[in-house]
Each structure stands twice: as structure tokens, then as C-alpha cells.
């Protein structure tokens, strides 16, 4: 699986995260429009509404924030916009485990070829994802208000942020390819074994 697909569903959050730093009210409606325009790109090449599990959570995120944003320009809520960013992906994550949707099942359905989808290994393998891109989503939401609580230096956010994508990042490129080794590993004894 290329990280290169997962990474993809971030570019709204990404953009919305750079425009914010000028005015959180433009961060959402271009966290919106990207959302938007990506979603469209993937419905137009037939990707299905269950690969989109991260998409339409970040539509609904931004539609919520940015009618915040625009009926209460002064609320208090621009000053924590990245915790609840955070604190969104992180609910996404969890909850897409719990109702046994993981986001990146879509992901890596469009990344590997029909005949492996139902084995259960591949579930099993982006299960495992899933709750590392969780757990890094929560380390930063944690991270990021606890910092703000203390008036903790920049740079401890930003080792936050480091630390909690680079490491589930890293995890989604590594873990596949151990998991299949592991599995071919087993299939080659199973075969080996005399009958």
C-alpha cells in the first residue's frame, strides 16, 4: 500500500491548516473546497462511498466548522481549531474501527487487487492502520491542549505533530509488507509440512 494514498486524504486538512494561520473562517471554506473537489475526483473514477469513510468525515467537519466560523467569527474556537481537528480525525478513526468500517480499508481496496479484499489478514492489517493513524490523531489532540494549558514553547506542538503522523506514517508503509511476509512465511511451512 503507497502512503502516497493516505496522504491524499489529508490535503484538506492540510490546506485548511495553512490558510488558518491567516483567518480560521478562509482555513475552513478551503479545507471545504478541497474536501469537495477530491471527493468529486474519486466519485468520478467510480470509487465507492465505503473507500470515502475519510472524505465525507472531513466534508462534514468543515461544513460544521466553517457555519461556525461564519456565524461566530470571534468565537473562542479559532484559538483551538488544531486540538479539534485533531480530536475530529482521531473520532474518525476510532469510530470507523468500532462500527468495523476502518478508513483505511477504502484506501487500500483501491491500492490492491479484488482477490485479497475479504481475507481476513488484510482486514486484520488495516485494522492495525486505522488505530495507528488514531493513536497518532489522539497523541496530537492530547499534546496539542495540554501544551496550550501550560503555554508550552511552539516547538513542543510541532514535535507533537511530528511524532503523531510521521510514526503511524512510517507503521502504514512498514506493517503491510511485514504482515504478507509473515504470511507467506506461514503458507510456505503449511506447504511444506508432509502429508
Known amino acids: ?3 502516497v494514498g493516505y496522504m491524499r486524504g489529508f490535503v484538506p486538512w492540510i490546506v485548511a491548516g495553512v490558510i488558518s494561520s491567516f483567518d480560521w473562517r478562509w482555513g475552513a471554506l478551503a479545507g471545504l473546497v478541497s ?8 466519485l468520478r473514477r467510480g470509487v465507492g462511498l465505503d ?4 472524505e465525507i ?9 466553517g457555519a461556525i466560523s461564519v456565524a461566530r467569527p470571534d468565537s473562542s474556537l479559532k484559538e483551538h481549531t488544531d486540538v479539534i481537528s485533531f480530536v475530529w480525525l482521531g473520532a474518525t478513526a476510532w469510530g470507523s474501527m468500532a462500527v468495523r468500517r476502518p478508513f483505511t480499508l477504502g484506501i487500500a481496496k483501491r491500492q490492491t487487487p479484488r ?6 489478514e488484510f482486514v486484520q492489517v488495516n485494522n492495525h492502520i486505522t488505530a495507528a493513524w488514531g493513536a497518532g490523531f489522539t497523541f496530537i489532540a492530547v499534546s496539542l491542549a ?3 494549558a501550560v503555554d508550552a514553547p511552539a516547538w513542543i506542538g510541532i514535535t507533537a505533530h511530528v ?4 510514526g503511524p506514517a512510517i ?5 503491510p509488507e511485514r504482515a504478507q511476509a509473515r504470511l507467506l512465511a506461514q503458507q510456505g511451512s503449511v506447504t511444506a509440512v508432509p502429508r
Open 115 to 120: 482477490e485479497y479484499w475479504d481475507m481476513p
Open 1 to 3: 500500500m503507497g502512503i
Open 146 to 148: 495540554v501544551a496550550g
Open 35 to 42: 474536501a469537495v473537489l477530491l471527493l468529486a475526483q474519486d
Open 163 to 166: 511524532i503523531g503522523l510521521v
Open 51 to 54: 473507500a470515502l469513510i475519510l
Open 171 to 175: 507503521f502504514t508503509k512498514v506493517h
Open 57 to 65: 468525515s472531513t466534508i462534514a467537519y468543515f461544513v460544521v466548522f
